[in-house]
């Protein structure tokens, strides 16, 4: 079945370091592609997406690049803040029809932005 | 902007007792989805509605049901409680035809309901 792969937190930074979290999926077919963010005590908000191969999900200085040759979909921010504290979930939307809507979450990643 | 809006927040029962919580999508949204996340793990899929019909279903206990009416609110409704039902429950939302290929249908998640079963 399909499922998604992301590094282990806590991921510990200091306030305008550079963030990478690790994803990789596996899935038939050509799923899209989301991280979401959960900040402490709150609900999920979604960060950004990719529905096809190549596309790049962009928000907030938050980016990730949908690579079909390496099944993967890395989240990236050059300088991170304090108030980026947060986890954040790479999730998968199958591209069957009998699948939408139904999110395949990977483990999630905490990610702690010291000043 | 209107949100998907969950309640109640919070809710504390005893075990073997029975909750019920309430979700209301985003306006023109036509489909639901319920999904729950135990203590540090990660959201898991329970069940989705389309036009007050189920559309699909997931790891959702017996114990467990769900619908969704015709001002499509949707209701998880849960018996017999046990002690690891105690979780935060997501109620999320999509409009009709954003699906497919291009994979467009995106969620819009509520706040969560956490359950506390003692």
């Known amino acids: 079945g399909d499922s998604v792969t992301q590094m282990e937190g806590p991921v510990t930074l200091s306030e305008e370091a550079f963030l990478t979290i690790n994803c990789t999926y596996t899935?038939?077919?050509?799923?899209?592609l989301f991280w979401y963010v959960q900040y402490p005590g709150e609900g999920l908000q979604l960060l950004l997406k990719?529905?096809?191969?190549?596309d790049k999900g962009s928000n907030k200085g938050f980016e990730a690049t949908y690579r079909k040759e390496t099944t993967s979909f890395h989240l990236e921010k050059g300088s991170v803040q304090v108030s980026d504290s947060a986890v954040y979930f790479c999730?998968?939307?199958?591209?069957?029809?009998?699948?939408?809507?139904?999110?395949?979450f990977g483990a999630g990643t905490q990610v702690v932005v010291t000043p | 902007a209107a949100g998907v809006i969950q309640s109640p927040r919070h809710l504390i029962k005893e075990k073997r007792e029975t909750a019920t919580l309430k979700c209301y999508p985003i306006?023109?949204?036509?489909?639901v989805y319920w999904y729950q996340q135990g203590p540090g793990q990660d959201p898991q899929f329970l069940i989705s509605?389309?036009?007050?019909?189920?559309?699909d279903k997931g790891s959702i206990p017996d114990r467990f049901s769900a619908q969704q009416f015709s001002d499509y609110h949707s209701e998880l409704n849960m018996s017999s409680l046990e002690l690891g039902d105690s979780a935060l429950y997501f109620c999320?939302?999509?409009?009709?035809?954003?699906?497919?290929?291009?994979?467009?249908?995106?969620?819009?998640f509520g706040a969560g309901s956490r359950l506390t079963v003692l």
């Open positions: 306006p023109r949204h036509d489909t």
């Open positions: 999730a998968l939307m199958p591209s069957l029809t009998d699948s939408w809507g139904k999110l395949q």
């Open positions: 999320a939302s999509s409009p009709t035809g954003t699906g497919g290929p291009s994979g467009a249908n995106v969620l819009t």
């Open positions: 990719a529905t096809k191969a190549d």
């Open positions: 899935a038939t077919g050509y799923p899209s």
């Open positions: 509605f389309y036009e007050k019909m189920q559309s």
